[in-house]
């Protein structure tokens, strides 16, 4: 194995995930992508937020994202010292990750079960279930 993505978002599962792909890219010597998604749909507690921060939705997302992956790269230097490309993109997350994945030629998509939309994934399939179902390279999904 060569590369691994591990996509992100905020939730528990997804630091599970990350730090399953830390030890998975350790022990092959793989190049570890850290992927975020950047999304414009938003609950009202975002609103909320933003408007009490005095920000738009769009950087409340950046930031949230920036954020995510800060939280990525101190988690690798926490578990060994490991670099990592972190990278975030914007879209709809599973076509993006599926997208990541295609150009950086991973060998392995890591994702949490689930992660921080539980209603909509309820409702829409989770973000996990689409990448399954779409994907065309192995995928593992961490409980």
């Given at each position: 194995m060569k590369r691994i993505l591990v996509a992100m978002d905020s939730s528990d599962y997804s630091q599970r995930a990350l730090d399953m792909a830390l030890d998975l890219a350790a022990q092959s010597s793989a190049e570890l992508h850290v992927l975020h998604v950047l999304q414009l749909a938003f609950d009202?507690?975002?609103e909320i937020f933003a408007r009490?921060?005095?920000?738009?939705i769009g950087d409340l997302v950046e930031r949230e994202g920036a954020n995510v992956l800060a939280r990525a790269r101190q988690r690798a230097a926490e578990k060994g010292g490991r670099s990592i490309n972190a990278v975030t993109v914007k879209g709809e997350p599973a076509e993006a990750i599926l997208d990541y994945a295609r150009n950086c030629s991973a060998d392995l998509i890591v994702l949490g079960k689930r992660g921080r939309g539980r209603?909509?994934?309820l409702l829409l399939g989770s973000i996990s279930?689409?990448?399954?179902?779409?994907?065309?390279r192995p995928i593992l999904i961490v409980p």
């Amino acid at each position: 194995m060569k590369r691994i993505l591990v996509a992100m978002d905020s939730s528990d599962y997804s630091q599970r995930a990350l730090d399953m792909a830390l030890d998975l890219a350790a022990q092959s010597s793989a190049e570890l992508h850290v992927l975020h998604v950047l999304q414009l749909a938003f609950d009202n507690s975002q609103e909320i937020f933003a408007r009490i921060e005095n920000m738009s939705i769009g950087d409340l997302v950046e930031r949230e994202g920036a954020n995510v992956l800060a939280r990525a790269r101190q988690r690798a230097a926490e578990k060994g010292g490991r670099s990592i490309n972190a990278v975030t993109v914007k879209g709809e997350p599973a076509e993006a990750i599926l997208d990541y994945a295609r150009n950086c030629s991973a060998d392995l998509i890591v994702l949490g079960k689930r992660g921080r939309g539980r209603l909509a994934g309820l409702l829409l399939g989770s973000i996990s279930q689409k990448v399954a179902s779409l994907g065309d390279r192995p995928i593992l999904i961490v409980p």
